[in-house]
């Protein structure tokens, strides 16, 4: 996997996802990418599929006006969100979801986790995870 960022968005698997979810128009692309993602027959999270399931998130947290920074590599996911932000209504079975796929990732099941492990930039990767995941939760 080419990765040049840390952020849900730095990498291949997320562009490609990106540029396929840009074919939709509603949310089934990201659901359908979460539950993948939860999906424990397999064992251990592929490292592709946790890759795809951080950005799917960070379009839900886009379309709750909580994205993280935006630029060249979030261009496709910020396009999508635009055209339909006015349309997008909360979906806390997708919130709830995705919460548990960052703690799926985060976990020793998670070969994205650990592949970052191996790596000088675990601790700052590990931060921009769980900075995604405080935009998802809700301020009470």
Known sequence: MGT???D?????YAQDWAEDLAQTSNLDAVEDTLDTALDTSAGELEAPFAAEALVAIEVLARLQGKGGAAGEDSAAVD???AARKPKARRRADLEDKA???IA?????????RELWAESEH?????ASVEELR????PAV
């Open 4 to 6: 040049w960022a840390v």
């Open 8 to 12: 849900a968005l730095g990498n291949d």
């Open 79 to 81: 396009a999508w969100v």
């Open 99 to 101: 919460l548990q796929v």
């Open 104 to 112: 799926r990732i985060l976990s020793e099941q998670s070969e994205l």
């Open 122 to 126: 675990y601790e700052a990767w590990r």
């Open 134 to 137: 405080g935009r998802l939760v």
